[in-house]
């Protein structure tokens, strides 16, 4: 066995450091408080500081390793090389198992020293510090997790001199979103310890009234917009890397990082009726519980090795330890719950279901029903293996007809909830309200008849989302002509944004669901083929070879325009074939490209075989999810009539934690 190298020994201490220091701190912490010792209490965001240190550390050292072709550590023997270009060796420290959790480990670390930060004035607050005792425990058990059974600088065995190393996954070294998908969607799963932390503080302090939604409230709407957009540029990353022309195939993996955001979209819009009317605080509480829960059960889907993915990871020695941990919050979390169910109960009642409470309710309700759906499918294969020791797959059928009708329930209420007040609807108030928008779901129903849309369930999504945009675009004008551009800001405006953006995906995806059209074209070299209302002319095929790849290139004339090569890449290293899909990009539609089977065509090749799909709208998918981008932060910009003045924003937790 090689020598232990630097970069190990340093990487290695900076896991201890995070062990130790998270581990101390989360027991010097609690004792503090039990004990009442004030100054010491005090002294607990110090730890997080240290934390972030060895974080830090640790992934330098891995960064050097993977810059430095550190061959004598064994993760750099699985997904290192000489070849991989600097951009893709940078992201190969997620490609694999250990480094993923790596990646948890650093994001983790930033937000623990992120909390402590905030609350820096408050640090002697009960509430504070229970806070940071949860965040240090999450700490501890994966610099646990990562220093041990995970280790990414575990010592490989010898290999020659000229060992050149396999480098990523060719699925993760063929597309620039590598570099941003894993990151942004781990932002959004690791962002949800924030709040699940004061929400387990509040448990234990008793203080379970509405102060702790009012500290964690942007921390969950950052961490939820991050996890949007991180699951809406894996669609795009399947969209332009795989070569199936779709978006969302209900993955095992792709499915673990949907649950918890339905779960936090589901909190999202529960808080508000807690924060308005005290209602819906053990549901708060348990939604919460859940989708911190839900991300523990995600990252054993991903990197147990127990699914077959394109994104999951091989087997590892992990899956004991994340399914312990995740037994343990919900057990945990349910006892506190159950211990605290006196002080939970809420002091208001819904006056009637036509009401904004009752949409928010019938909406959760809806959310959790999708939640339990996706769940079922999901983790259904695998008790059926546990339980009768066979192999079975629960496919996309089962999601798709499950997912349809709770999609257009979801699109109604979406409508109707915005323009519903609080407590009760009169007959007259809804018929006004909701004028405008039903003409404009009208409107979208005939534009899409006219356009040629067919079948009963895109039509009624393009009506609902018609109608839904009909009724965010009516509170939008509402709020700019009392307040100009200002009124653009807040929880509410910044919401009707985000509404905007989830119609645009859901119309997009129904039309792109529905409509696609697909063809096998053989095209000959110096022939047109028509299909579609398309031209496509074989150019030549082109072969580039280098050290790493060898990329069978065809060069195909669309509608005798623009030249678009669709190619299949043959990695060296690996001997894996991968398609790789040129797509032209269209506001109406994408003509997306790809070349037939796996074997790349021989260079001067006067033949290929094309399959061609045609795509209505999905350039919208990627609109919407930039809408959903902006009104997330539009959502944590404070509504001029929802400022607190100075001395309340400053004002100790102590005492907004007693509210209710």
């Known amino acids: 066995m090689p020598a232990l190298s630097v970069n190990a020994a340093l990487g290695n201490a900076g896991l201890l450091v995070m062990l130790v220091a998270s581990t101390v701190g989360a027991f010097a912490t609690a004792m503090a408080i039990a004990g009442g010792n004030r100054r010491a209490i005090r002294q607990g ?37 000489t070849t ?16 993923s959790i790596l990646l948890w480990v650093i994001v983790l670390a930033g937000f623990t020293a992120a909390v402590a930060r905030r ?104 961490s939820w917009g991050f996890l949007t957009i991180g699951i809406l540029l894996g669609a795009w990353w399947s969209y332009e890397v795989l070569g199936w022309s779709g978006v969302w195939a209900w993955d095992p993996v792709e499915n673990a990082s949907l649950l918890p955001w339905l779960t936090g979209t589901a909190y999202i819009h529960s808080v508000l009726v807690q924060q308005r009317r005290g209602m819906l605080r053990v549901w708060n509480l348990s939604l919460l ?9 995600g990252t054993f889907i991903t990197r147990s090795g127990i699914v ?26 349910l006892g506190l719950i159950g211990w605290r169910g006196d002080r939970l109960r809420s002091p208001g009642q819904i006056d009637s279901p036509v009401s904004r409470e009752g949409a928010f309710l019938a909406n959760n309700v809806v959310f959790a029903v999708f939640a339990f759906i996706v769940l079922l499918g999901t983790v259904f294969p695998l008790l059926v293996e546990v339980i ?32 519903l007040p609080w407590r009760k609807a009169s007959t007259e108030l809804l018929r006004d309200r909701l004028f405008w928008p039903a003409w404009c779901g009208a409107a979208a129903l005939a534009i899409a008849v006219l356009t040629g849309a067919d079948g009963w369930a895109p039509l009624v999504a393009f009506a609902l989302g018609g109608f839904a945009a009909g009724a965010a675009g009516r509170q939008i004008a509402l709020a700019t002509r009392r307040q100009g551009w200002r009124g653009l800001v ?43 209302g398309h031209t496509f002319e074989l150019v030549e095929v082109v072969d580039e070879l280098d050290e790493r790849v060898d990329v069978a290139r065809a060069n195909v004339l669309v509608d ?32 997306y490209l790809t070349i037939d089977g796996n074997s790349p065509p021989p260079a001067g090749s006067t033949e290929v075989t094309l399959r061609v799909f045609v795509k209505p709208l999905i350039l919208w998918m990627w609109v919407g999810g930039a809408i959903m981008a902006i009104g997330t932060v539009l959502s944590a910009v404070p509504s001029a009539r929802h400022r607190r003045p100075t001395d309340a924003t400053s004002a100790p937790l102590a005492e907004v934690g007693r509210v209710g």
Not at 87 to 92: D, E, K, P, R
Not at 512 to 530: D, F, I, K, M, P
Not at 560 to 582: C, E
Request: proline share 6%; charged share 10%; net charge negative.
């Open 560 to 591: 005798r325009t623009k030249i678009y090569g669709p190619a299949v890449t043959t990695y060296l290293l690996q001997g894996m074939v991968v398609p790789t899909p040129s797509v032209r990009t269209g506001f109406a539609k994408d003509v």
């Open 119 to 222: 609350f820096r004035d408050r640090s002697d607050d009960e509430l504070v510090g229970w806070a940071l005792v949860v965040m240090y425990v999450v700490c501890a058990f994966f610099a646990l997790v990562s220093f041990g059974p995970a280790s990414p600088f575990a010592r490989g065995e010898a290999v020659p001199l000229d060992f050149v190393g396999p480098g990523p996954n060719p699925l993760l070294q063929n597309h620039i979103l590598v570099m941003f998908h894993p990151p942004i969607l781990y932002l959004g799963y690791v962002g949800f310890t924030v709040p699940f932390a004061f929400a387990i503080a509040a448990l234990i302090t008793g203080r379970v009234g509405e102060g702790w939604l009012l500290e964690t409230r942007r921390w969950a709407l950052f």
């Open 388 to 419: 009768q020791d066979r192999q079975t797959v629960v496919g996309a059928p089962y999601f798709d007809r499950l997912s349809m009708p709770i999609g257009l329930v979801l699109l109604f209420l979406m409508a109707v909830a915005p323009v």
């Open 490 to 532: 807040g929880r509410a405006n910044g919401g009707m944004f985000v509404h905007l953006g989830v119609i645009l995906i859901a119309v997009a995806l129904a039309a792109s669901n529905s409509y696609t059209h697909s063809a096998t074209l053989v095209l000959e070299q110096g022939e047109e083929v028509s299909w579609a």
């Open 308 to 333: 077959n993915s394109v994104h999951a990871f091989a087997a590892g020695e992990v899956d004991g330890y994340l399914i312990g941990f995740f037994a343990l919050v919900v057990l945990v979390s």
């Open 45 to 81: 965001p110090t730890f997080a500081w240290v934390i972030l240190a060895g974080a830090v550390l640790a992934v330098v050292m891995m960064q050097r390793a993977l810059f430095t072709r550190d061959f004598s550590i064994d993760f750099i023997q699985q997904v290192g090389s």
């Open 84 to 99: 991989t270009p600097w951009l893709y060796n940078l992201a190969a420290m997620w490609s694999a198992l250990e480094g």
């Open 289 to 297: 519980v859940a989708t911190f829960s839900l991300t523990i059960l």
